[in-house]
């Protein structure tokens, strides 16, 4: 089955600088890639998400880039602030009618004020 | 709004009860998921169900059992649970209707077993 790592377990940033979280996917077949936030004691919420037939897409402060050769795909945050601070997973599918999610295991981002 | 609601929100159980767990939401959504979060291992999947008549097993299903009763209801019971099943449990829905994949969590059950 599909295995999805992430690199860094934890990131500190200061304030205003960028935030890269990586992510790595082993199935070729996968094309849905999204991105969750979790903060302190909250459910996790999708934030952005990207599709194979894409290679970058970016909302505000936040954008994601694909990689399917390598087969890795990345979280970059712009201009951090503190309420960025939080579990950040990322997952994979196949999509269709069956599809189904695998998460990486999280990363916890810090945004030092 | 339409949401995704879990029962309990916490519980503290002793090892061999038998414990059910509960998830409704008003989405309209077909899917329905259960995962556990334990620090550093991320979200796993526990079931998952495609509609009423669907129940399929996800990575970690051992020890575990579901029910889907209606389109808005998905339990997850602990036939006799054990101190290794602690953990934070999310509910989750999702629906195909316009392509879209994205999941949408339950606030969450913190179950404890001493």
């Known amino acids: 089955g599909e295995n999805v790592e992430q690199h860094p377990s934890t990131l500190s940033v200061q304030e205003g600088d960028s935030a890269v979280i990586k992510c790595t996917y082993s199935?070729?077949?996968?094309?849905?890639f999204p991105w969750y936030k979790q903060e302190l004691g909250k459910r996790p919420q999708l934030i952005i998400d990207?599709?194979?037939?894409?290679g970058e897409k970016k909302d505000q402060r936040i954008a994601v880039t694909l990689n399917k050769t390598a087969k890795h795909f990345s979280l970059h945050i712009t201009e951090t602030q503190p309420e960025d601070s939080a579990v950040y997973f990322c997952a994979a599918s196949k999509g269709g009618a069956n599809s189904k999610l695998t998460f990486g295991k999280g990363i916890t981002l810090s945004v030092r004020p | 709004d339409a949401d995704v609601t879990q029962t309990p929100r916490n519980r503290i159980t002793k090892t061999g009860k038998r414990i059910m767990l509960e998830c409704s939401q008003t989405k309209g959504h077909d899917r329905m998921y259960w995962y556990r979060q334990d620090p550093g291992l991320g979200l796993r999947l526990i079931y998952y169900?495609?509609?009423?008549?669907?129940?399929n097993k996800g990575e970690i299903s051992d020890g575990y059992s579901v029910s889907r009763q209606a389109q808005a209801k998905f339990s997850l019971s602990l036939e006799s649970a054990i101190p290794n099943q602690t953990a934070l449990y999310f509910c989750a829905t999702s629906d195909l209707t316009g392509g879209g994949y994205e999941q949408y969590f339950g606030p969450g059950t913190r179950l404890t077993v001493t």
């Open positions: 990207i599709r194979s037939n894409v």
């Open positions: 169900s495609f509609d009423v008549k669907d129940i």
């Open positions: 199935d070729s077949a996968s094309n849905y």
